[in-house]
């Protein structure tokens, strides 16, 4: 019982530090992509600057967006790479201690098993030692009441952190999901000159550009 209520303990303060840890505000702030997007249009060849306003806003987002930044004047496949890599490591840190929610929820059942098959032991150890126990109840009580309780602990812990578990998943697939169409737009708009403070010069051009994709399970998938 007691490594059980240790990893209640461990569940909660893990669920709470990823509550505060994944709000929307934190991971994608709302005026951070209009504010690099004015930035660039203002002063298209100032890197320095617009890295600065990425690492004073210091979310994920912003993390991703300005490691592509530092090649701004490289070419669209060097900024969609190393945008993905950025992207990598974000998406590592979203979800950091979810490892320890899927342990939690996968020991709990088996300490309480465990705790069951110790309470049966010291029930059938008390019938072995007094020939007179197997026709009364109390003696067997104390043996059958430890294996109850340590099995309905255990699941009463893993099934609440399994449901913890896959919702936090969900909230960081859905962050992915956002954080990649934002950096599509951001190279499409860049592959098609939306940053530059240029004349018109004859027909629009398209450049067409790959677009990266931020795998939801922890990891981008460089596109074909």
Known sequence: MIPIGICS??????FI???ISLRRSVVIPATFLPGLKKMLRTNPNDKAKAIAYCRKNASPVANVF???????????????????????REVLKLRRFLRVLSVIASVTPLMGLLGTIFGMIKAFQTVAVSPDALGKTELLATGIYEAMITTAAGLTVAIPVLIAYHWISATIDRLVMDIDEMSVEFLEELGDGGFEAAPDEGPEVVTETTEPRISGSG???AAT
Do not use: N
Not at 80 to 88: L, Y
């Open 66 to 88: 300005a490691a592509g930044i530092k090649k701004l004047d490289g070419s669209i496949e060097s900024i969609q790479k190393h945008i993905e890599d950025a992207g990598q």
């Open 9 to 14: 303990f461990v569940a909660v303060a893990v």
């Open 219 to 221: 990891a981008p998938v």
């Open 17 to 19: 530090e990823r509550l």
